[in-house]
Structures are given as structure tokens and as C-alpha cells.
């Protein structure tokens, strides 16, 4: 596959592309069938990166304040929700660079195992990690790792950076290593050209084996990022992508993640003919909103969809032969800490400060 044959197919004449993604959909999928996830943030704010579109990064001003640990009550009772909202999947992310050994990632191994006790798949997306700690994730019961390419490789220097595309495909890397499903994919409207959004698909479908699941994520543009200012994607965009994301990587689940407030149901019914199978449902994201689940079910009960069970795609993780532990662990990473040289990103933080002060002195 070549970066032209994904423009080719990107480019076709919209009912065409749609007709042929749903032919492939068809073919590998249930058409009625849409697996549901539920993210929750279990440590939120306070990232030291500086992703030009997240409101969690440190650096940028917005009202996301950085939060303590959620402790594992709150989690086993989120996740029971979830579940009993017709949820199969338990996304638990953390506003981390990567992850570091110690207390607090024993927590999040605890919090694993408690989720997959509840016989729920359990993903986590918890920053860069070495292959030890992928395997000991996969060792507490994880089912899936997310981790977003999030944009061309040459794209990606635009909006990071404080780490590298290739710190990212590492981590992939170590997740299969591991024997953990991936989930990998990306965000479109951040001011990327159609070239950046099929090399990234070319990227994750020249991953062998493809990704289990693929986000497409439209930018929600949130105040006192960088990317505040960026127009909201057309629905159009949308539906390429998922399409050609679908005709791509044929077996994989596509899922139609951040952005669908601003979707119409219409909208999201021709993404879901164009091979989406996948949502995240509850009224949170990680930090900023999402449709209500009634608003969703309803949907689901116009377009005649149901929510697909657990392990429909694969065993539920089995108990692991070995026994991970700092002792053999010989992979200690060190990763790479590229100096913060974004120019637009250090003029937005500042303007960011100034905005504050302004906003101080008028309380006073
Ligand atoms: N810190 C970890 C990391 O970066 O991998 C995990 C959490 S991070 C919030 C997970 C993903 O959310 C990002 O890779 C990005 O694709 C997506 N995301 C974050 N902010 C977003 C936004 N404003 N709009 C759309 N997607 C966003
Ligand atoms: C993904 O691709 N999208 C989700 C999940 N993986 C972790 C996150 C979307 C975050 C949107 C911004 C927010 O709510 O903070
Ligand atoms: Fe941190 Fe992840 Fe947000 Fe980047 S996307 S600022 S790494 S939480």
C-alpha cells in the first residue's frame, strides 16, 4: 500500500467512497453491531507535554484544574455504571508523559484487575511505557492499550514537542510485545492537510498486525489551548476518513470518538454506513463533553444498532504464566526529553498568562 493509493481512495467521489467502505464493512463486521466504551479520566490535568490540542497540558490555561488519583472504589463503581449502561469497554486514562514504576502505578494495576474482575474489557492509555510495565498490565487482566499516533509523522512535529512520533510507535511496540490489543489512531482539524491524515492511516495500516481499533477523533477545540481558534471539521471530513480508515484496515474496529456533539445523528449515520463501529458513550469524555447515553440509545434505536458484548473479538485476558517484577526488569526505559521549542505553542502560553492577569486584576 502506498500513501497515493490511500489519497486514490480518500479522494473518490463521496457516495462512492461510502458505498465501497460499507461493501468492505460488510464483509469482516456485523453491520448491526457497535462496540461501546466508557473513558474515565482516573488522573486528570497536570501533564507536563505540550500536545498543542489538549486541555490537560500544564502549560495551557484552561479550566481543566489537575486533579489527585481516583481511588479504586470510585473507579469499580464508575465501571459498574458503565456496564450496566450497556458499555463492554472500560477506557482509563491518565494525563501522564509516561508511565513511572511505583505507587502509583501499582494503583492502576489494582484498578485492572478490579475492572476485568467485572468481566468488562479493560484499556488503559496511560502515556509512553516500557515493555516490563505493558507486561505487567497484561498480567493484572488489561485488554487494550491506547496510544495515538495522533497525525502524520511529519505533522506531528507541529503540534509536539516535548516527545517524538517515533517515542510513540515504541510504546506500540512494547504493547504487543506484551500481547496487549492496540488502539491507535488519531485527531483530524488541528490545520492538517488530507496528505498528513492518509499518511497517518497509511502509518497504522502498515502496522502488523493493523491495530484491533482505530479512534478518529475530531478536534474539540477547547479554550486557552493553541488550537482554540480551529474551525470545527465538516461532517464530510469525517465521513472520508472513517471510510477510507475502513477500506484500509478492514478488520479493525473504527471508532467515531471525540468531536460527535457536533454531529448530527444524520451525520454520524453515514459514518456508521461508512464502516464506523465503535463509540465512546456517556455525557465525559476524558475532560470535555460527550452525547448523553439516552441521546445515543435513541440513536442506536433509529439507525437499528446494538451495542456489541464483551470479548466479542477475542478472549478475555487468561491469568499469565509469569510473574513481572522489577527484578527482571531489564528494559528501564529512559526516554528521550526533547526541549519545548513549539514557537507558536511558548506565544500561546505566554499570551495564555497575560489573559490571567487580566482576568486577576478585573476581580480585584
Ligand atoms: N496522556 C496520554 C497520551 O497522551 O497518550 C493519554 C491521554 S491523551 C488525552 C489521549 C488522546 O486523547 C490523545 O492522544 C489525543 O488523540 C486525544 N485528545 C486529547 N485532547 C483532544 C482534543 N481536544 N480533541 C480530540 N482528541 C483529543
Ligand atoms: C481517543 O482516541 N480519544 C479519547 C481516548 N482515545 C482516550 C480521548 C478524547 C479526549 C478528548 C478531549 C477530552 O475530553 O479531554
Ligand atoms: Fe499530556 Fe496526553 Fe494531553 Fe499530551 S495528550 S498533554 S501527553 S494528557
Redesign the pocket.
Known sequence: MTLAEIINIHEKPLLELVFEAAKVHREHHNPREVQVST?LSIKTGGCPEDCAYC??AARYHTDVEAEAMMTLEEVKKSALVAKANGSSRL?M?AAWRNIEDGEDFDQVLEMVKTVNALDMEVCC?LGMMTEMQAKKLRQAGLYAY?H?IDSSNDFYKEIISTRTFDDRLKTIENARKADLTVCS?GIIGMGESVEDRCAMLLTLAQMDPQPESV?I?GL?AVKGTPLEDQNQIPIWDMIRMVATARIVMPKTAVRL??GRTAMSVEGQALCFMAGANSI?SGDK????PNPSRNVDMEMFEILGLQPMESFAKGDRPADVKYVYTDQNDESKAIWERPKHRLERNVEYAKLGKKRRNEADTLKQ
Open positions: 473513558l486541555p490537560q477506557c486514562g492509555t491506547n495515538n489512531g479512534p477523533n474539540v470518538s471525540a465512546f469524555l476524558l475532560t470535555t
